[in-house]
């Protein structure tokens, strides 16, 4: 089986309204920022399921919904799929749901509500089954096919992995299958290759009885026990054991495996020196891994729960946990469900694995969710790297297609008093390519249950000027479209190509390709960002100073740089139009003498001098579809 939906009501961040969160088969990865829900679900999923450490979870009075015990905490599991031992079990708590009534499925509804009654006042939590809840409530042995193996973020793996009563390394040990095999009692003559846990325990005992120095110490513990403090007529002897020789065999079992430390074997390993963080915390997964094999082997179903993989461990080793995860949950009988702020381990998994969690809301990222189509799915999976995977933990986005935006624009929001570090705004620089692929991850199909994520992507016109071609492509030719090649001979389109209305409509049907919910589209004024800022900024002598400085420096060695700037500002001043000007400005990228990636990065410098401090000026000079565009992801 496995659990396809939950439902949170009044339970920690998660209000009032009945917030339902859909799981699929094999790996499912939560993600999002601090505070947002993530550990809330997890932990609702083991209030209903219970975990294999067996440890117990009281409510208190802050995991009701802002505290109110008045309220009541409902969480309820829809389990399908469930196999014929499974069904057998919960027979009597089976509800029907499709139209032939012939497939079962497993409802649980947890419920708890603070009672103050009670001096001191407790919690009081009912299970009930049924569509409506209104059915019994499962067996005890029942309720133990569900049990999850939770690893906990931030986990102890030091103290966990060491010896000692009740340790956790003990009671996995216990439960694994082979741990049984072998005689339980030691005789002499046996060969010791051939016992349980419990007969070397027996044997163990055996040999400290034999040992002289142990033997001497009990007989004057013997001794000092019958002169100084027993009766007459008392009979008592004392023995150092390893556990009680009349003890039972789960017993000895267990004195003996509570002595275990896990430990690196540093003759067989490329390690010296103490075991660290990492490793430790790596071991610990492992022993509780082995555990949910095992409750895999028994034919269980098997819910693993990880909050924080990452915790502790190098992106290599991420990598490889987290793909090793989803291959085993998606060969077998394995549900895994994971929080993670790892933008490197979202960027691994299949895009439909990933759910969203946001202030209490969840959005599943299963194709049924979005308005990706299947064509999306694959292009984001190959292209979605980790560093734009950091926009799943975003409070809002701005996503570019060049290095020109991603370079300037976070220079830009801080000078401009909005930024982006400030605000929690991802940067995604999608390369020129799917920019409206990227923005359709955070529109979804249920147009009532949208992101609550504003997307800025900005794009460039892609319309030249009528002079551009002149000045920017070949000589020959003139503002005057009949010296242009015809249309289908050439890539680029200017003015002349378009009508007013048909410009307008180029426009709009760029942003239409994006734009919905939360994502708008902001579309360069003109061109593109290069000639926006040079169509506006020459019109300033001190950001024409900016600019023209910035792109002589990235194209020229210093000592030549003095003499070409003269040279450009000369270039310059003998068009005449605000077009022209910002058409030979932008020839240096078109002849390739500059790098746009190196003009935004110089250009940040030197705007980073002249403008601090300076907001209204900057933006006295600046396309105001980049203002808008900052605006909109940090104060909109």
Same mark, same amino acid.
């Given at each position: 089986?496995?659990?396809s939906?939950?439902?949170?009501?009044?339970?920690?961040?998660?209000?009032?309204?009945?917030?339902?969160?859909?799981?699929?088969?094999?790996?499912?990865?939560?993600?999002?920022?601090?505070?947002?829900?993530?550990?809330?679900?997890?932990?609702?999923?083991?209030?209903?399921?219970?975990?294999?450490?067996?440890?117990?979870?009281?409510?208190?009075?802050e995991?009701?919904?802002?505290?109110?015990?008045?309220?009541?905490?409902?969480?309820?599991?829809?389990?399908?799929?469930?196999?014929?031992?499974?069904?057998?079990?919960?027979?009597?708590?089976?509800?029907?749901?499709d139209?032939?009534?012939?497939?079962?499925?497993?409802?649980?509804?947890?419920?708890?509500?603070?009672?103050?009654?009670?001096?001191?006042?407790?919690?009081?939590?009912?299970?009930?089954?049924?569509?409506?809840?209104?059915?019994?409530s499962?067996?005890?042995?029942?309720?133990?096919?569900?049990?999850?193996?939770?690893?906990r973020?931030?986990?102890?793996?030091?103290?966990?992995?060491?010896?000692?009563?009740?340790?956790?390394?003990?009671?996995?040990?216990?439960?694994i299958?082979?741990?049984?095999?072998?005689?339980?009692?030691?005789?002499?003559?046996?060969?010791?290759?051939?016992?349980?846990?419990?007969?070397?325990?027996?044997?163990?005992n055996?040999?400290?009885?034999?040992?002289?120095?142990?033997?001497?110490?009990?007989?004057?513990?013997?001794?000092?026990?019958?002169?100084?403090?027993?009766?007459?007529?008392?009979?008592?002897?004392?023995?150092?054991?390893?556990? *009680?020789?009349?003890?039972?065999?789960? %017993?000895?079992?267990?004195? $003996?495996? =509570?002595?275990?430390? &896990?430990?690196?074997? @540093?003759?067989?390993?490329?390690?010296?020196?103490?075991?660290?963080?990492?490793?430790?915390?790596?071991?610990?997964?492992?022993?509780?891994?082995?555990?949910?094999?095992?409750?895999?082997?028994?034919?269980?179903?098997?819910?693993?729960?990880?909050?924080?993989?990452?915790?502790?461990?190098?992106?290599?080793?991420?990598?490889?946990?987290?793909?090793?995860?989803?291959?085993?949950?998606?060969?077998?009988?394995?549900?895994?469900?994971?929080?993670?702020?790892?933008?490197?381990?979202?960027?691994?998994?299949?895009?439909?694995?990933?759910?969203?969690?946001?202030? *209490?809301?969840?959005?599943?990222?299963? %194709?049924e969710?979005?308005k $990706?189509d =299947?064509?999306?799915? &694959?292009?984001?999976? @190959?292209?979605?790297?980790?560093?734009?995977?950091?926009?799943?933990?975003?409070?809002?986005?701005?996503?570019?297609?060049?290095?020109?935006?991603?370079?300037?624009?976070?220079?830009?929001?801080?000078?401009?008093?909005?930024?982006?570090?400030?605000?929690?705004?991802?940067?995604?620089?999608?390369?020129?390519?799917?920019?409206?692929?990227?923005?359709?991850?955070?529109?979804?199909?249920?147009?009532?249950?949208?992101?609550?994520?504003?997307?800025?992507c900005?794009?460039?016109?892609?319309?030249?000027?009528?002079?551009?071609?002149?000045i920017?492509?070949?000589?020959?030719?003139?503002?005057?479209?009949?010296?242009?090649?015809?249309?289908?001979?050439?890539?680029?389109?200017a003015?002349?190509?378009?009508?007013?209305?048909?410009?307008?409509?180029?426009?709009?049907?760029?942003?239409?390709?994006?734009?919905?919910?939360?994502?708008?589209t902001?579309?360069?004024?003109?061109?593109?960002?290069?000639?926006?800022?040079?169509?506006i900024?020459?019109?300033?002598?001190?950001?024409?100073?900016?600019?023209?400085?910035?792109?002589?420096n990235?194209?020229?060695?210093?000592?030549?740089?003095?003499?070409?700037?003269?040279?450009?500002?000369?270039?310059?001043?003998?068009?005449?139009t605000?077009?022209?000007?910002?058409?030979?400005?932008?020839?240096?990228?078109?002849?390739?003498k500059?790098?746009?990636?190196?003009?935004?990065?110089e250009?940040?410098?030197?705007?980073?001098?002249?403008y601090?401090?300076?907001?209204?000026?900057?933006?006295?000079?600046?396309?105001?579809?980049?203002?808008?565009?900052?605006?909109?992801?940090?104060?909109?």
């Open positions: 089986m496995y659990l939906l939950l439902q949170i009501k009044n339970f920690r961040c998660f209000d009032g309204n009945e917030h339902s969160i859909t799981f699929k088969k094999g790996l499912n990865v939560l993600v999002g920022e601090n505070d947002s829900g993530k550990s809330a679900i997890m932990d609702a999923i083991k209030l209903v399921l219970g975990t294999t450490d067996m440890k117990w979870y009281r409510v208190e009075q995991d009701f919904y802002k505290e109110d015990a008045t309220l009541e905490i409902k969480i309820t599991c829809k389990f399908e799929e469930l196999n014929e031992d499974e069904r057998g079990a919960f027979l009597e708590c089976l509800s029907y749901e139209e032939n009534k012939k497939i079962p499925c497993l409802y649980l509804h947890w419920t708890c509500r603070y009672l103050s009654s009670f001096n001191p006042p407790r919690p009081v939590v009912n299970v009930s089954t049924g569509i409506e809840g209104n059915g019994p499962p067996s005890a042995e029942a309720r133990e096919l569900l049990r999850a193996t939770y690893l973020a931030l986990r102890d793996a030091y103290s966990e992995m060491q010896a000692g009563r009740h340790s956790r390394l003990s009671q996995i040990m216990q439960h299958s082979v741990v049984d095999q072998g005689v339980d009692e030691y005789e002499e003559g046996i060969d010791i290759h051939n016992l349980s846990i419990a007969g070397i325990a027996d044997l163990s055996t040999l400290l009885a034999k040992h002289p120095a142990l033997d001497s110490i009990n007989e004057e513990m013997t001794t000092i026990l019958q002169e100084k403090m027993l009766l007459k007529k008392d009979n008592i002897r004392t023995r150092l054991e390893v556990t *009680g020789s009349n003890s039972n065999k789960i %017993k000895k079992e267990m004195a $003996l495996l =509570e002595k275990l430390d &896990l430990a690196v074997d @540093k003759d067989a390993s490329d390690m010296c020196g103490r075991v660290g963080l990492g490793t430790s915390n790596i071991m610990s997964m492992v022993c509780e891994l082995l555990l949910h094999n095992e409750t895999i082997g028994d034919n269980k179903s098997c819910f693993l729960l990880i909050e924080e993989p990452e915790a502790h461990i190098h992106a290599q080793r991420q990598l490889k946990l987290i793909q090793s995860l989803e291959e085993e949950s998606e060969k077998g009988n394995r549900q895994t469900i994971i929080t993670t702020h790892s933008p490197l381990l979202a960027s691994v998994v299949k895009l439909s694995n990933i759910v969203i969690v946001k202030s *209490g809301k969840v959005y599943s990222l299963e %194709k969710q979005t $990706l =299947e064509d999306d799915y &694959l292009y984001l999976e @190959k292209y979605l790297d980790a560093t734009k995977a950091n926009l799943f933990f975003a409070r809002s986005v701005i996503i570019v297609e060049g290095p020109g935006e991603a370079l300037l624009l976070p220079t830009l929001s801080k000078l401009l008093g909005c930024n982006f570090t400030d605000y929690g705004t991802s940067l995604v620089d999608v390369r020129n390519t799917g920019l409206r692929r990227y923005a359709r991850i955070f529109q979804r199909k249920d147009e009532n249950k949208q992101l609550d994520v504003n997307v800025a900005v794009t460039d016109r892609d319309i030249m000027p009528n002079c551009a071609p002149r920017c492509i070949d000589e020959k030719y003139t503002d005057d479209k009949d010296t242009w090649p015809e249309k289908s001979k050439r890539a680029w389109r003015e002349a190509d378009y009508s007013v209305l048909g410009a307008e409509k180029h426009v709009n049907e760029i942003k239409e390709k994006a734009d919905g919910q939360k994502v708008k902001f579309v360069a004024n003109h061109w593109t960002l290069e000639y926006d800022l040079a169509y900024g020459l019109q300033d002598e001190e950001m024409k100073e900016i600019l023209i400085d910035s792109v002589i990235v194209s020229y060695e210093k000592k030549n740089r003095p003499s070409k700037k003269d040279k450009l500002i000369e270039k310059i001043n003998v068009y005449k605000k077009e022209e000007r910002a058409a030979c400005f932008y020839s240096f990228f078109t002849s390739k500059a790098s746009k990636a190196d003009f935004a990065q250009l940040a410098i030197n705007l980073e001098k002249k601090i401090n300076r907001a209204e000026d900057l933006k006295k000079v600046l396309p105001d579809y980049l203002i808008s565009a900052i605006i909109y992801v940090t104060k909109g």
